[in-house]
């Protein structure tokens, strides 16, 4: 259990999640350090206003938030549709594990959870929230599976994420029983755009995320990450 949690996260998935995270901080990192040393150099070495002019225009251009990530994934695992359904549900969601598996802290919530979550050496922390909704056909609210292309048992639900109590993400889940394995199909879209500082982690994140999820059970058999201004 993470100290000051009140989950048991999947250790195996928090493992890749940590080693997510010892390469995205330095990558990141340098990437601020680049930007300052561009800045910096602008300012020796040009006349000082247009070393001021060309040193802020730096720093502007790396904070402009410009991209959104959207995308689908096919992921099929062993367990049932019902546990999946579970995992979806629960307070570490799967589609989640680079956000819980690196919290100082989960808490369960009535419709959820919130992680904790620390950076900059601790000096700066975020709250983010998961909620829990199963959207019916007219877009209200429903608890209960359909049944769909020659009989397949078909479970849906959506996920929504905040951060620091702002829309972050908004995924959409819906779940096959095909008898001997189950086919989950995500959808899913940032509500945020980010700037070009985030822009090595997501590709780095790209790269651990099906380790984490099959650290859950699951196989990533399909996968289109995309970026969008």
């Known amino acids: ?24 901080r330095p990558i990141s990192w340098t990437v601020a350090l680049l930007v300052g040393t561009v800045a910096a150099v602008a300012l020796l070495t040009l006349p000082l206003v247009r070393g001021l002019l060309v040193a802020a225009a730096v720093l502007v251009a790396v904070r402009v938030p410009l991209f959104r990530s959207d995308g689908t994934a096919r992921l099929v695992t062993d367990t049932d549709a019902a546990a999946v359904r579970a995992d979806f549900e629960s307070p570490c969601p ?24 620390t950076y900059l050496f601790g000096t700066r922390s975020v709250t983010m929230e ?15 599976a359909d049944e769909r292309d020659g009989g397949e048992v078909t479970d849906e639900l959506e ?23 189950t086919v989950v199909d995500v959808s899913w879209q940032s509500e945020r755009r980010f700037d070009l500082r985030h822009l090595p982690p997501w590709l780095v994140g790209n790269r651990y995320r099906p380790a984490a999820l099959a650290a859950q059970g699951y196989t990533v058999v399909e996968r289109d990450a995309t970026l969008s201004l």
């Not at 680079?98 to 919290?103: L, N, Y």
């Not at 959207?135 to 608890?143: I, K």
């Open 130 to 144: 998961t909620t829990v909704h199963t959207p019916s056909s007219d877009g209200g609210l429903t608890d209960h």
């Open 159 to 181: 996920l929504v994420v905040t951060a620091a109590g702002q829309p972050w993400a908004t995924y959409a889940v819906s779940m096959e029983d095909r008898g001997d394995e």
């Open 1 to 24: 259990m993470v100290p000051g949690s009140d989950v048991d996260v999947p250790a195996e998935a928090a493992s890749v999640a940590r080693r997510y995270e010892r390469i995205e």
């Open 94 to 117: 799967p589609l989640l594990a680079f956000q819980w598996g690196i919290a100082d802290a989960v808490r369960p919530t009535a419709d959820g959870a919130e992680y904790e979550l």
